[in-house]
């Protein structure tokens, strides 16, 4: 069975990066035959600084959203930081993706489940994977089973992240689907004077080890041109570098 391929651009830019990435997924789905979802969001409510670019919002960013949607058909994702922005959400998107940071708190949770989608919960940088059995209580006593955890790595000292590959055998104790967050768990917490930093050469080894511990899925935050994103530059993959390690994961 392939796996679930996540992927998109960290936050939305401009409608011509959308469409670039959408071509380049409905092309991967279509030749290797793998099942993709379109990820972007309409508004990085943590960014590390005020000054940081956080997207069009969510008005905007939805018809955006939805008008990808439309013209790719591709299945789409978004992350929601507040409760308030579920429904609406849940409107346009197929899976309602829950930051990490905030994967323990109930009304987000709640709204989420309660719109019917999929909810993807990330796996708190504080938190083992044992802990999210709770998350997905609450999930589930909301009466949505449909319930995918995310791996992203754990806090270790300053600025940085290490990913102890066994919390996703035990996070498939509470869900079939388990994914890896492949570039989030490179990243560097705010060590780049008021950005977050990252090391995107380690991306297609993240992955590789996800497999080897049985992950169902992998999210990559893709882009042109990294190098010069609006947001996760340092830990998102090139897009033209994502086919080669979709083939990998495929084979």
Known sequence: MNPIIIAGPCVIESMEILEQVAQKLVE???????DIIFKSSFDKANRTSIRSFRGPGLQRGLQMLADIKDKYHLRLLTDIHESCQAAAAGEVVDVLQIPAFLCRQT????AAAQTGRIVNIK?????????????VQKVRE???????????????????LVVDFR??????????????????SVQRPGAAGGKT??????????????????????????HPDPDNALSDGPNMLRLDDLETIVKELTK
């Open 28 to 34: 991967l789905r279509d030749t290797l035959g793998v």
């Open 107 to 110: 009304d987000l949770l709640v």
């Open 123 to 135: 796996k708190a940088q504080f938190l083992s994977g044992l802990d999210m059995e709770f998350p």
């Open 142 to 160: 909301s009466g949505n089973d449909n319930v995918w955890l995310t791996e992203r790595g754990n806090i270790y000292g300053y600025n940085n």
């Open 167 to 184: 919390n996703i055998a035990d996070m498939h104790h509470f869900t079939s689907t388990v994914i890896m967050d492949c570039t989030h």
């Open 197 to 222: 930093g990252g090391n995107r050469e380690f991306v297609p080894a993240m992955a590789l080890a996800a497999k080897a511990f049985g992950a169902d899925g992998y999210f990559f935050e893709v």
